[in-house]
């Protein structure tokens, strides 16, 4: 059985952590759907897709979810790899997609390492905690 | 299932396939942005990164500011790999204070995407209540057409507007301009703002955008954020039009501006 990695917009990276797990293929799936939820003009959409040219994935276009279902099903992949996001939309789909597939969530390299904090409203709190790793090499990592 | 092209003529050719692939685009919108996707078009950006000049002129619309912003949003460059050069670029001595803006610009980008990781449902709804002596419901829910059309009594602010559907770009000053003129001089909805933002600049960012509304508006922040046209004229000229005969509604002391877009009580 294999690996399937699906990159989404918010990661759109050869370098990402996500392409050094063992896979299979690695595709992107244009969802003009998702892209109108997202409220993202022709602009946005002609950027991201001159940032996929170059790339190492497959665009497919249709409906996230169904598009991955098949690919995966297609591929006899039992496990979908995709990097972290705090994307709701994108997270929605992960768990969807959890319900037939073991769903790995690969988080890119941190600006501070810094756990979350609880409760965080005002820049300035954090920025007192992050301060001393923000001028780091690596986010103190 | 059919792969799609990752080779074109010429980007026409792709700008034509991304409609082809995108039906639920406006056939009126026609503008793309001369900024280029892909990581070697954030990394020629990256290398040009000057640290020190940004955090003397960064407030200025002529400041020397990154336009890392889209390749940051996307994920092309992260914000290691800024703070890490900007860290080689500090000055020799190791003194960090004049770098610290620009690497404080960068924590804003992790500190808005940990509150959006904690609170996805703030993105979209008033945190707090407005802090203007309105209510939600005194703020219109849509974006008033001589807005969208770039036609309001103000010349910088049709300029900004201009600028940011032809080029899908605007300095982070613009943007506080912009925003607090549609949220407090013309009483409309952060959100309705927010959207406007979102489909048209290339970086555009849920949680930078819609939380630096609400920061605007003073549903995520302490008091409302406006400004006069002295503070336009002071950052924004030349390169908007900043005469006062032509923003009008801009003109006055903060306290007679604020008398007048928060007549039920402005905040301290």
């Given amino acids: ?141 | 299932m059919e792969v799609q092209p990752k080779t074109f003529a010429d980007r026409d050719a792709l700008i034509a396939h991304v409609r082809a692939l995108s039906p639920s685009l406006s056939p009126e919108e026609t503008f793309v942005s001369d900024t280029k996707g892909g990581r070697d078009a954030g990394q020629a950006l990256l290398q040009n990164i000057d640290p020190i000049a940004y955090g003397r002129s960064r407030d200025y619309l002529g400041g020397a500011v990154s336009y890392l912003s889209p390749y940051i949003r996307h994920g092309l460059i992260t914000l290691n790999e800024a703070r890490n050069l900007a860290l080689e670029r500090g000055p020799e001595d190791g003194d960090a204070k004049p770098i610290e803006k620009f690497i404080q610009e960068l924590a804003w980008r992790d500190f808005w995407q940990r509150v959006y990781q904690q609170n996805p449902d703030w993105i979209w709804h008033d945190i707090e209540d407005y802090k203007t002596g309105f209510t939600a419901e005194d703020y219109a829910d849509t974006l008033p057409d001589d807005i969208r059309q770039a036609q309001t009594d103000c010349a910088a602010i049709n300029y900004f507007i201009t600028s940011l559907q032809t080029t899908g770009y605007l300095h982070n000053h613009a943007r506080m301009y912009l925003a607090a003129y549609i949220v407090h001089w013309r009483r409309v909805k952060w959100q309705a703002g927010a959207r406007f933002f979102l489909a048209h600049l290339l970086d555009g960012d849920p949680a930078s955008n819609n939380l630096s509304f609400q920061w605007v508006a003073s549903t995520f922040s302490n008091k409302p954020y406006f400004f006069n046209l002295e503070n336009l004229q002071k950052y924004a000229h030349p390169q908007a039009p900043c005469d006062a005969a032509s923003n009008q509604p801009l003109s006055g002391s903060y306290e007679a501006l604020a008398e007048k877009l928060f007549p039920y009580g402005e905040p301290a």
């Fill in chain 1, 1 to 141: 059985m294999s690996a399937l990695i699906w990159l989404h917009e918010d990661a759109l990276r050869a370098a990402h952590p996500v392409f050094a797990e063992p896979h299979e293929r690695a595709v992107f799936i244009w969802d003009d759907a998702y892209m109108a939820a997202m409220d993202y003009g022709l602009k946005r959409r002609v950027f991201l897709y001159e940032s996929l040219l170059e790339l190492p994935v497959e665009i497919y276009a249709g409906d996230t979810i169904e598009t991955l279902e098949a690919l995966a099903r297609a591929a006899q992949a039992s496990c979908l790899i995709s990097p972290h996001t705090p994307n709701p939309r994108l997270n929605h789909i992960m768990e969807a997609l959890s319900e037939t597939l073991r769903v790995q969530r690969i988080a890119d390299d941190a600006f501070v390492d810094l756990p979350p904090q609880e409760g965080l409203r005002r820049f300035f709190k954090y920025w007192n905690k992050a301060k001393k790793l923000a001028f780091t090499r690596d986010g103190g990592a």
